[in-house]
């Protein structure tokens, strides 16, 4: 077959394809619900060809329309779902651990749980937090981790006793929580309350909030967590803006989970 090179000829270029993408663009987390006049300013084309291209896309069900104000459907997944499909886990929360750790100034690491362990799948740090090197591949007790208290979480009871019978637990820092019993109940605090915090129980001065990744089904395939040290982080620091700022990474990674299926 005759190979046809499509770019770069400029007389290939379809202008209104382009500004329709630019469309579907300007919406993003900090601007789900945009007007008119807020389209064209962002994409930088007139009203006139806004809301045309507007109403094209709500005509093919991407974007709805809600008085004077426009928001996508969840029809625009489909457009990134073949490139979705063919990513690993680690490929799609790349993005997010970055820009998790850029904007809480803290390291932020996606975990999956593999028997008593929590293994690092991918990590951003702004700089070091621990006394061993965290890196792809590390792992570390999940009784003992924020991430691994939310992955626990997804097993049954049964399961869970279990699971913490098997593991060495031993005193590893000033709040190390070793009695088993009180660890079932942190589980399943961190499983009712949707996060989970720990303080210098893994290692002293480290402190951490995790929260689940899941897929279309709603099970939990990974936590993703922010960590620093205690004394750039109090309770009230890590619970009101680190973990507000984890939620929101990870919904966006979830919605993205949802469409690649796994």
Known sequence: MEKTELLPDPELYVDAFARGL???RAFDAERRMLSLAEVAEATGISRASARRLLATLVHLGYVHADGRTFQLTPKVMQLGYAYLSGLTLTEIVEHYVVDVAEKTGE?????VLDDTDVVYVARASTQKIMSINLAIGTRLPAWATA???VLLGCLDEKALE?????????GRAANTVTA?????R???KARTDGYAFTSQELEDGLTAVAVPLVDKTGRIVAAMNVAGHVHRNSREKMLKYN???LQHAAA?????LASRGV
């Open 22 to 24: 630019s469309v579907i």
């Open 107 to 111: 390291s932020c690491s996606v975990c």
């Open 147 to 149: 991430t691994g208290r």
């Open 162 to 170: 279990e699971r913490l019978a098997r593991s060495e637990v031993v």
């Open 180 to 184: 088993v019993g009180d660890l079932t």
């Open 186 to 188: 942190a589980v399943r």
């Open 243 to 245: 973990l507000q700022v």
């Open 252 to 256: 966006e990674v979830n919605l993205a």
